[in-house]
């Protein structure tokens, strides 16, 4: 297993969209092995490959209090949802962010698990949230589109700021952003 490297906002790589999986695959396997990897590490309870720089549709979740609780689904979409609710969201691509968002309290998911065996299910709650908030990244969508031009603006300028800041302490060239 290996540590992947997480895009950060506004990284143009987290806008793609990313592109279903004919089969689950040795390769699909081990890029879940990676992400849960990364995702413990960051540490955070979700993680989408777009977020690792990888254009296929794969997401992995543990939303349990022990991280021992690891689901992974490729291809996964949302078949229904029902009721709202906010719930305060952050992301390992928006670092050291957290607002309110509204979500879908209940929603019925189709995918591959790990295996490659169809699952169709039912979540609500902060599973439900995690789920929607991943494949929303897999959709070049990030959690900061919900909230307003205001705050979005605000949120890039210090993102950026930051990111220059460690560069120069880093001596590394600034990225191109």
Excluded: W
């Excluded at 960051?42 to 990888?54: H, K």
């Excluded at 689901?71 to 957290?98: H, T």
């Excluded at 509204?102 to 439900?128: N, P, S, T, Y």
Aim: some cysteine; proline content about 4%.
């Amino acid at each position: 297993m290996a540590l992947l490297t997480v895009l950060h906002y506004p990284d143009p790589r987290l806008r793609i969209q990313a592109k279903p999986i004919a089969a689950v695959s040795v390769e699909t396997r081990r890029l879940i092995a990676d992400m849960l990897e990364t995702m413990y590490a960051a540490p955070g309870i979700g993680l989408a490959a777009t977020q690792v720089g990888v254009d296929q549709r794969v997401i992995v979740v543990d939303v349990s209090e022990n991280n021992d609780e690891s689901r992974a689904f490729v291809n996964p979409e949302i078949l229904v949802r029902d009721g709202k609710e906010k719930m305060q969201e952050g992301c390992l691509s928006v670092p050291g962010v957290f607002e309110e968002v509204e979500r879908a309290e209940h929603i019925r998911v189709r995918a591959l698990d790990r295996d490659g065996k169809r699952v169709e299910f039912d979540a609500d709650g902060l599973l439900a949230v995690c789920i929607q908030h991943e494949i929303d990244h897999l959709d070049g969508k990030l959690f900061v589109d919900y909230l307003s031009e205001l705050k979005r603006r605000r949120i890039r300028k210090k993102l950026e700021r930051e990111q220059r800041e460690e560069h120069e302490r880093s001596g590394a060239a600034a990225p191109a952003i």
